[in-house]
Structure formats: C-alpha cells, structure tokens
C-alpha cells in the first residue's frame, strides 16, 4: 500500500513538472545592438553606475522573465539575477555584427545626414494621434523579419524585430509609418506601414 502512494505521489509530481507554464520558463534570446557593440548587463533594472558585465554582440542569454518596463531580468551565473535594456534582445540570432561606418566615428553613432533629417522631419509633419487600434506584423520575405525603430526611418536605430503575426497596437500614423506600442513589452517605435496589416 505505502508502494503504490509513494508511485501515485512521484507520477502526480512528475505531471505537475510537466504542466508548468512556459511563460515561467527561462528561455534563450540574443543580444543585437545597432552598432555591433556589446550589451551592458546592470545589477538592478535602471541606467547608472550598476554595471555588473557585459555580453558580446550575437551572443545568446538565458531570460528570467521581461519586466514589461523595457527591461529584461537574466538568471547571470552566481550572480543570480541580472537585468538589460529589453530593446537589445532578439528571438534569432542575428547575422554578422555592423560594421561601423564612416572614417572612425564614435561608437555611440553616428548623426543623421541632412537627407535622413528631411525624411524623418517629413514623416512627422504629417503625424496625428488615433485612437489606438490593434495590428498584426508581416515579416519581410527576405529577413523573415519586421524591425521596428526609435524614428521613422530605416536606418534609425532598431528597438527590436519581430517575426509576422505578432499584434501590436498603433497610437499615431504617419505618411509612410505607424508609431506603434508593444502590449507585452511596453515597447514603443516605428514600423513601415506596408509590413503591418489589421
């Protein structure tokens, strides 16, 4: 009898190991940063004297959890918990790292020539508020991807990419573009309107 509860205990625990949600599972995710530079990893989820590491461009992470405020917690070796900017993580590992462009400028980018600033200036003269509205992702066929950016412009720097069918929610329409909002993240950029669809 004490055989048959100790072998009824064990399954039940078993299943209930085999039904813990994903969500609380660690995963893996990788570090893409727009000028192939490494990614600081900070000791609490906040910019400041907190760095604690840093980890190379294309390499892979094992997340925690996303705080949903544009931060990421890390399970960091000994260290336990460990926190980056969610805009530098992606769900692929990216290609070959940028290489920077221009005759040795600073690492931390570049301005924007006269003729991206026009371009950026143009889309925002032309931007209105809407009334939120839900919108699905449509990945390139070429990148599998859709990147959404800190400005209306494709060299802009890349907040993160997404793969198709992701929902987001758009907040202002442009000529060109859509600000939108990620409701899991709490990310907010630009998406080129041809690889969004409602």
């Known amino acids: 009898m004490i055989k048959k509860l100790l072998a009824m205990a064990v399954a039940l625990a078993l299943m209930m190991v085999m039904f ?59 260290y336990g918990t460990a926190y ?4 530098y993580l992606v769900d692929y590992q990216p290609g070959p790292r940028p290489q920077p462009s221009g005759g040795g400028g600073s690492s931390s980018g570049s301005s924007a020539s006269a003729e991206e600033m026009t371009a950026i200036n143009a889309e925002f003269k032309v931007a209105r508020r809407v009334t939120p509205y839900t919108v699905q992702t449509m990945a390139a066929r070429s990148t599998g991807t859709v990147n959404m950016r800190w400005a209306p412009h494709k060299k802009a720097e890349l907040i993160r990419s997404y793969k198709s069918g992701v929902d987001l929610e758009v907040i202002a329409e442009l000529k060109d573009w859509r600000q939108v909002r990620d409701p899991e993240t709490g990310d907010v950029g630009f998406i080129r309107q041809d690889f969004l669809e409602r």
């Open 20 to 78: 813990i949600p994903t969500s609380l599972a660690a995963f893996e995710m990788w570090v893409y940063t727009a000028n192939g530079g490494a990614l600081n990893v900070r000791s609490t989820p906040s910019t400041g004297d907190n760095v604690i590491g840093t980890v190379k461009y294309g390499s892979n992470v094992v997340v925690d959890y996303h705080l949903g405020n544009g931060w990421t917690a890390l399970m960091w070796g000994s």
């Open 84 to 87: 980056v900017q969610t805009r």
